[in-house]
């Protein structure tokens, strides 16, 4: 059978006072919306639509391909929000699963379950729910206790003290019978507190019709909690938080102080590999075996080997291979390859370049748009001068060449394999394999100059 989702990305956030759309207010540094596509298509389900509205244009700049975007002109309510994707649902026919954007902890496994759940019991919805210990603000499930179905959905405005008073609370996220949920969506009516076409309004509407509506409970309550302000996202960032570095624990990642230490829930880390504070590794990072990262040190989408050290290092966008030594206070900047037992140490910044196995790079020293062979020696405070003010040339240096102190090479040029750069130099022409290049004026003593001048 057919299934699809959908997820309601169209709203401001009002109490998130952000300039963006809600949906992209990160949780562990990836956006909300991200977590729910994620965990549908984990899933097994390829064909989702995502509802914009308010920063449509970011929104839709970010989505990965393949997603269909459609809008909601003016956010009348969750009802109506799903109304504009009502052509892409009655195309699909089969069943649809409805979620919010702004609850980033839902998971494959209970998307999975609740979907059995729908199909088993025959309904034409089944909301996923859980307990929590304070419902406030979250719309009240309300059972028919003559048979354990759902009767109705109430949302915190609409509900009198009894109905406040129930802890089972709706996820966002329901299972429909994709014809009658088109069906149920025309008789909406926005007679409610918030005067809006309410989602959840669709539950007593299909069981008016002689349909079946359930509930599909889970015991992570997790799995609930939305995000509506900056303090529900903090504490979404806990909880996620706590479930990845949980998951990294077992896995036998040593994290012996989690201050500062966020991981995004994509990263992969490799045993033995020890995550000291103020640590923050984010996107599609991996990480080999037996490294130590941090203190104060960043990784995003980055590949990085097995016994790597990166000690206050940021490090974007590049690859570091086995065994390299990085730090104190080193920038690797995207498109970077950092070969196996290379160092790279106090104050160097290296960017869209190559470093060969084993070379070393110890101090204040600028690597831009080079090709580095292996076995290099830099001295302190070299600079490849990539930039002439009006395009960026490369650098190339060949294997085991030494780079003096304090030279600069002005690119394009080459440094042959075995070649030295005198201290001091400026080179501007190419130096040949196993020669010494030597670009400076010769030193001049002018004896008794002291004297002279008094
Ligand atoms: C909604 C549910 C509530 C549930 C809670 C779970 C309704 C009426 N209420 O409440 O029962 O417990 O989620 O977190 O559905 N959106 C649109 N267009 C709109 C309005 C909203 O796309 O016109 C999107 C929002 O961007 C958001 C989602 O729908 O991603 C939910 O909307 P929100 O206003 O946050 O609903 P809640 O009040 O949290
Ligand atoms: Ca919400």
Redesign the pocket.
């Known amino acids: 059978m057919n299934r699809c989702a959908v997820?309601?990305?169209?709203?401001?956030?009002k109490r998130m006072k952000s300039a963006g759309?809600?949906?992209m207010c990160r949780v562990l540094l990836k956006p909300m919306i991200d977590w729910v596509i994620d965990a549908v298509r984990g899933a097994g389900i390829e064909d989702i639509c995502v509802?914009?509205?308010?920063g449509g244009e970011q929104l839709c700049a970010h989505l990965p391909e393949g997603i269909v975007t459609v809008r909601?002109e003016?956010?009348?309510?969750?009802?109506?929000?799903v109304r504009?994707a009502a052509e892409f649902i009655g195309r699909r026919g089969g069943s649809v699963v409805v979620l919010?954007?702004?609850?980033p902890l839902i998971d494959s496994g209970t998307l999975r379950e609740a979907f059995e759940k729908h199909t088993q019991e025959g309904n034409s919805v089944t909301v996923i729910s859980a307990r929590v210990d304070n419902p406030y603000?979250?719309?009240?499930i309300v059972i028919d206790h003559r048979d354990g179905s759902l009767a109705r959905?109430v949302?915190?405005k609409d509900a009198d003290e009894q109905e406040k008073g129930i802890y089972e609370?709706?996820?966002?996220a329901f299972w429909f019978d994709s014809a009658d949920l088109l069906r149920s969506l025309e008789g909406l009516r926005g007679d409610n507190a918030?005067g809006?076409?309410?989602?959840?309004?669709t539950v007593a509407i299909l069981r008016k019709a002689g349909k079946r509506a359930g509930v599909y409970s889970t015991a992570n309550s997790s799995v609930?909690?939305?995000a509506?302000d900056r303090a529900q996202l903090m504490e979404l960032n806990q909880i996620a938080k706590r479930q990845v570095l949980a998951g990294l624990l077992a896995d036998g990642v040593d994290i012996p102080c989690p201050d500062g230490v966020i991981i995004g829930p994509d990263v992969k880390i490799g045993r033995d590999t020890e995550i000291l504070p103020n640590t923050i590794l984010s996107g599609a990072t991996v990480i080999g075996e037996g490294c130590v990262l941090g203190p104060n040190t960043t990784v995003e989408d980055s590949v990085i080997g097995s016994g790597v050290v990166l000690d206050n290092v940021k490090c974007e966008r590049a690859r570091v291979m086995d065994g390299a030594d990085i730090g104190p206070f080193v920038h690797i900047r995207p498109n970077s390859e950092i070969g196996e037992k290379v160092h790279l140490g106090n104050f160097v910044e290296v960017k869209n370049s190559a470093v060969g196995e084993g070379t070393k790079v110890s101090h204040l020293t600028y690597v831009g748009d080079s090709d580095v062979g292996a076995h290099v020696n830099f001295g302190c405070g070299c600079v490849t001068v990539n930039y002439d003010g009006r395009a960026k040339h490369r650098t190339t240096i060949g294997d085991n060449a030494f780079i003096g102190c304090n030279t600069n090479l002005i690119a394009p040029v080459t440094v042959g394999e075995n070649a030295y750069t005198a201290a001091g130099s400026t080179i501007t022409e190419d130096v040949p394999a196993e020669s010494l290049g030597i670009a400076r004026a010769r030193q001049v003593n002018k004896e008794g100059w002291v004297r002279g001048r008094k």
Request: no cysteine; aromatic share 8%.
């Open positions: 997820i309601l990305a169209a709203g401001q956030g759309p809600k949906a509802v914009t509205g308010y909601q003016r956010q009348l309510g969750t009802g109506d929000a504009a919010n954007g702004d609850a603000g979250y719309g009240r959905i949302e915190e609370v709706n996820s966002g918030q809006e076409y309410y989602l959840t309004d609930v909690l939305g509506n």
